[in-house]
């Protein structure tokens, strides 16, 4: 298998084919490019290659139709479409991607991957090695079976997903500040194991039951108390003051709380919850176009309808409306 990449900074560009099957494996793992792609090849990739957990972050594109077939990769191949899509075939299942569903490769027997020649995509790859070490510390106990992670990863099924990608474009926003900085070495440690972490939180796996019992364990249970409320009574008008009765702590330490364990104070927590099921309403295969978004948002404890329509877009990048038509 050719090497993960040991360049910081990994930035290529080539219409040669093999030198691009070479790249990549060199980044991600061995995979082959198949060359009877249709089109001239325009390979393009611009990353950063963390020094701790070895991680590589960065942006790719063929500019042409291309397959690549892939196995025993050592790595896991994450990415997201900016533009374009591509899908991923394994055991007979497709698995499509564009800018509103990652994918996830996990490493695991023969798999294809298609790529549209107009695909431009955010890839992140994370080493088996480091991906196995992160979760062997949070559950505190070897790791025996591989890590096999759900191909889909919808960017708005939960508020970790879609911040994990936010937190991925404004990284390679800033990648040149990064690239020459002295303690970039002592900055990677925290950041790759962030990353890592919210990944094996956020996207379902086959350790997500042992992950959930350990955190659970961990979390107050005012704290699970209160976020149970905020669902089972999101459709109702919730106060500060009925959470702290809910959780029988001060307001302050219940704030401090929430916020260590959801990454968000309990308001934000129950509107990001609140728009996510508005949005799953309005992508629902069946009887969607029925659906009155004013009636939706008044439900969902939305009452002012031009408020919620720029909540809406700051979380989503796009109105309601728009959201609805495309469905």
């Not at 970039?184 to 959930?212: P, R, T, V």
């Amino acid at each position: 298998m050719t090497s993960l990449s040991q360049h910081i900074d990994v930035n290529h560009m080539s219409r040669d084919a093999d030198f691009a099957e070479n790249v990549m494996s060199g980044i991600c793992g061995q995979h082959y490019l198949d060359k009877s792609y249709s089109g001239t090849l325009d390979f393009h990739y611009d990353g950063i290659r963390l020094p701790h957990n070895k991680m590589t972050i960065g942006m790719v594109s063929y500019g042409a139709n291309v397959a690549i077939n892939i196995a025993e990769l050592k790595a896991y191949s994450i990415s997201l479409p900016l533009y374009g899509q591509q899908t991923l075939n394994m055991h007979g299942v497709q698995y499509r991607s564009n800018q509103d569903q990652g994918l996830i490769v996990s490493n695991r027997e023969q798999q294809n991957l298609i790529i549209n020649k107009d695909c431009k995509k955010i890839h992140v790859v994370i080493p088996e090695s480091s991906l196995n070490k992160v979760l062997s510390d949070l559950l505190n106990q070897p790791i025996q079976d591989q890590i096999i992670f759900n191909p889909e990863m919808q960017i708005h099924s939960t508020q970790l997903i879609d911040a994990w990608w936010k937190n991925i474009q404004s990284f390679l926003a800033q990648k040149s500040q990064y690239m020459g900085f002295y303690g970039l070495g002592m900055l990677s440690g925290d950041y790759e194991n962030f990353l890592i972490k919210a990944l094996l939180l956020s996207q379902e796996n086959n350790y997500s039951s042992a992950l959930k019992m350990a955190t659970e364990q961990q979390m107050p249970e005012y704290i699970r108390h209160v976020q149970q409320y905020l669902i089972q009574h999101a459709r109702e008008s919730i106060s500060a003051e009925d959470l702290q009765r809910v959780a029988g702590v001060s307001k302050s330490k219940l704030y401090q709380e929430f916020q260590y364990y959801f990454a968000t104070s309990p308001m934000s927590y129950l509107k990001r919850y609140r728009l996510q099921q508005i949005f799953k309403a309005l992508t629902a295969k069946q009887g969607q176009r029925n659906l009155s978004i004013s009636q939706l948002a008044y439900e969902w404890g939305f009452n002012h309808l031009s408020r919620f329509s720029q909540e809406y877009r700051a979380e989503f990048g796009e109105s309601p409306s728009d959201t609805k038509n495309r469905s």
